[in-house]
């Protein structure tokens, strides 16, 4: 499966995107240039399927948004991130999803990440808090998982910090494109979804990738 992670510079789309795949935290991450690569296998234990996830982690500036919007069409999955420390995140998040559904096939399922709530300190009770923080949620649970319904999209909470809610995100959303190809509803019009890795094991399942076009360095 494909999936995009798309969001402000800084709201740590990278340090999801490698908690994911290496299981660590990058403090200081670079920023990212165009897009970055990575990639997981994941077990869906109720559905028997062991699925290999590709992931496009886009940059979050203007400088680069020709680019990174042509890794959104055909992909099955995106991640909204945005940084519940930073209020104009979330308010850019709006403008995030106009461009995923201008530009991306209209079944992809989008997940709406509220990264770095290690950040919020005792004001969270959720596992991802970390004591001792210097800074102040900005972007309440109660609204975000609001906007979030609102627009048809799954939420959670996470923390690439501490690993919260981290496999979650990409599970949730892993599951609910299931769901869509049992129903038929992908249809084979430029959408890189899934297919069988081997045709005698109808339980693995891996990303049809054609060739890119135009693609970054």
């Excluded at 992670?5 to 990278?14: E, I, N, P, Q, R």
């Excluded at 990058?26 to 234990?45: Q, W, Y």
């Excluded at 209020?87 to 990264?115: E, G, Q």
Aim: net charge neutral; aromatic share 6%.
């Amino acid at each position: 499966m494909e999936y995009i992670l798309v969001g402000d510079a800084s709201v740590g789309k990278s340090s999801l995107l490698v908690r994911l795949t290496d299981r660590r935290f990058l403090a200081n991450p670079d920023p990212t240039l165009g897009v970055e690569f990575g990639s997981k296998l994941i077990r869906i234990e109720d559905e028997n399927k062991t699925i290999k996830l590709q992931c496009w982690d886009t940059a979050g500036t203007e400088t680069f948004r020709s680019i990174t919007r042509s890794y959104y069409r055909g992909a099955a999955g995106a991640l909204l991130v945005f940084d519940v420390t930073s209020r104009p995140s979330f308010t850019n998040a709006r403008v995030w999803l106009d461009d995923i559904r201008a530009h991306a096939d209209p079944h992809l399922t989008c997940v709406l990440i509220a990264n770095k709530v290690d950040l919020c300190g005792n004001e969270d009770a959720n596992p991802g808090n970390v004591i001792g923080s210097s800074r102040r949620r900005q972007v309440s649970t109660e609204e975000a998982e609001l906007w979030a319904k609102e627009e048809g999209l799954l939420f959670l909470e996470a923390s690439a910090k501490t690993g919260y809610n981290v496999d979650e995100a990409f599970d949730q959303a892993a599951r609910d494109i299931l769901k869509k190809i049992q129903k038929g509803v992908f249809d084979d019009r430029g959408s890189r979804v899934v297919k069988s890795s081997r045709p005698t094991d109808p339980n693995q399942m891996t990303l049809d990738e054609p060739a890119r076009k135009g693609a970054c360095c």
